[in-house]
């Protein structure tokens, strides 16, 4: 393990980085305003970042953590404020945080688990803002042109009361979840594991069973589905005649007395006011937990 001092951040790197390496990280890959301090880039074994990656600190006691043979290229996370968390979870068969911009407002977490994968066609944004949090479980894939965003851009009040009707609120995604393209989800959404987002779909304020195909504008269920992770695109008609059923069940997910309580988890994460603190919580509930329903709905 090596630490970097950089004005008053740290770089920890758990690789190996030649010095020329270790400068290039500095002077192109990290952007720390000039008044930022106790920031903190963890760089885990086997990581791959790509020329392109900005990392950008506005604010202070920010965390950026990217685990063990992750793949990152072309992505812009910057940190707008202070005491927020990203995350970017290992790879045990291949990861990809490709075309993705990840943006976070003061003390709110960006989460991916395990084997996530986001396409690298278009730009993909994820907007944990407002002290809301994006928690995304493994194995999911993100297409192209997706927004997932926890606040709308301005407030807005009703015209009687005059009181606020918008709050944000956070966003769950559960394991082994396809996000299609064109895809916009909004604050207070949690999605079960399993499940299907079709195309263009705007998916807002509402809870999703487990295992469903979810489409429209605005989403709801219309049928109860298996998600395969196996593309199909470039598939011979031999190779399609294997893929006519499902033989197992280990894509079917049901909520048990295991099942994490997002609701709990999430009034945990917005009650740890500072980085190291959250970043903790997600050690505890998420890294390492690969029981299958613990995100089910």
């Known amino acids: 393990m090596k630490e970097i001092d950089v ?7 758990y690789q190996e980085m030649k010095d020329e390496q270790i400068q290039k990280l500095v002077s192109c890959n990290i952007v720390i305003a000039d008044s930022a301090t106790g920031n903190k880039v963890i760089i885990s074994e086997g990581v791959k970042l790509g020329y392109k ?34 995350y970017l979870s290992r790879a045990d068969i291949h990861t990809n945080y490709k075309s993705c911009s ?8 960006f989460y991916i688990g395990r084997n996530g994968r986001i396409n690298n066609a278009t730009c993909n944004r994820f907007l944990a803002l407002e002290n809301q949090n994006i928690i995304i479980g493994d194995n999911t894939l993100f297409s192209n042109d997706i927004i997932v965003r926890t606040n709308d851009a301005h407030i807005i009040y009703d015209l009687d009361t005059k009181k606020r009707i918008n709050f944000s609120g956070s966003i769950y995604i559960g394991d082994h979840v396809w996000i299609s393209n064109g895809v916009n989800i909004y604050k207070n959404v949690k999605i079960g594991s399993g499940s299907i987002v079709g195309g263009k779909s705007l998916v ?14 605005p989403a ?11 593309g199909t695109s470039y598939f011979s008609p031999e ?30 994460l917005k009650c740890a006011r500072k980085s190291e603190e959250k970043l903790d919580l997600i050690n505890l509930y998420l890294v390492g937990n690969t029981y299958k329903n613990k995100l089910a709905i």
């Open 102 to 109: 990840i943006h976070l407002g003061d003390e709110s977490v």
């Open 53 to 86: 990656v900005k990392i950008i600190f506005q604010g202070d006691n920010n965390i950026f953590f990217i685990a063990k043979n992750a793949v990152c290229d072309e992505a812009r996370i910057e940190f707008h404020k202070s005491n927020a968390l990203c």
């Open 7 to 13: 004005n008053g951040n740290k770089i920890i790197l």
């Open 204 to 217: 807002i304020q509402n809870s999703y069973a487990s295992n469903s195909l979810i489409v429209g504008i």
């Open 220 to 230: 709801r269920i219309i049928k109860k589905v298996i998600m395969d992770r196996q």
């Open 239 to 268: 190779e399609s005649a294997k893929y006519v059923e499902c033989v197992h069940d280990d894509w079917i997910y049901a909520k048990d007395d295991k099942t994490l309580d997002m609701e709990l988890l999430d009034g945990e």
